[in-house]
């Protein structure tokens, strides 16, 4: 099975601008999930999806928003970008049967 | 408040040299203990699930126990290329993960 894909690898931005990053999950899993990660804070947990509604949701201001579609691939959008936003973004799938999550390579934005 | 803790911060090991990693954990209703490899620019691996006090599981030179507190990652005679972070995460009864903030191990040849 192919694993979790995402793009794009590489982002960079500059202040006031807004990004969609996308996420594929693997084939069968209807959970995705997304993280932020910095050197400072680890891993932050931003949402949750489940056949196309948010489940669960992490301590992120409203610029931060996130979909999924009925093939469960997701997408997060961040608008007015700030440079705090620069940072490594996660997204992993899960099966319903155990809950393990399982994550894509990441996408790196950095905000200039 | 839910919290998971790793210690230490950063190991660094002689090559054959082994040691334990620390997950000390309080996650109300624990629906799972989960421990995952990092390395640099990438996303972490899924290595491990525990599911109650006392399950033990290993892989390769790897293995990961829990007690009701803590739970421990035991690498026995690592190579170089078993340095990476090490992260481990509680779920909580909505099996949403709660994230230490890692153990960075070098292991020198």
């Known amino acids: 099975k192919a694993g979790v894909t995402q793009t794009p690898r590489y982002l960079i931005k500059t202040r006031g601008q807004q990004v969609t990053l996308s996420c594929s999950p693997i084939s069968g899993h209807r959970s995705v999930s997304w993280y932020q990660q910095t050197p400072g804070q680890g891993l932050q947990f931003l949402f949750e999806?489940?056949?196309?509604?948010?489940?669960n949701k992490g301590n992120f201001p409203g610029r931060f928003s996130g979909r999924q579609f009925s093939n469960s691939r997701s997408e997060m959008n961040v608008s007015t970008l700030e440079l705090g936003d620069s940072a490594l973004y996660l997204c992993a799938s899960s099966p319903t049967a155990d809950h393990t999550q399982y994550f894509g390579p990441g996408t790196r934005l950095t905000v200039l | 408040e839910d919290q998971v803790t790793q210690s230490p911060e950063a190991l660094r090991l002689q090559e054959g040299e082994s040691s334990s990693l620390n997950c000390s954990y309080t996650?109300?209703?624990?629906?799972?203990l989960f421990w995952y490899r990092q390395d640099p620019g990438k996303g972490p691996e899924f290595l491990f699930t525990?599911?109650?006090?006392?399950e033990e599981k290993e892989k390769e030179r790897l293995k990961a126990t829990l007690t009701k507190k803590e739970s421990f990652l035991h690498i026995t005679a690592p190579k170089p290329e078993d340095s990476a972070t090490y992260l481990c995460?509680?779920?909580?009864?909505?099996?949403?993960?709660?994230w230490g903030a890692g153990t960075k191990l070098i292991i020198k040849p």
């Open positions: 525990l599911y109650s006090a006392g």
């Open positions: 996650v109300s209703g624990l629906r799972g």
């Open positions: 995460a509680g779920a909580d009864s909505n099996y949403q993960l709660i």
């Open positions: 999806y489940f056949s196309e509604t948010q489940r």
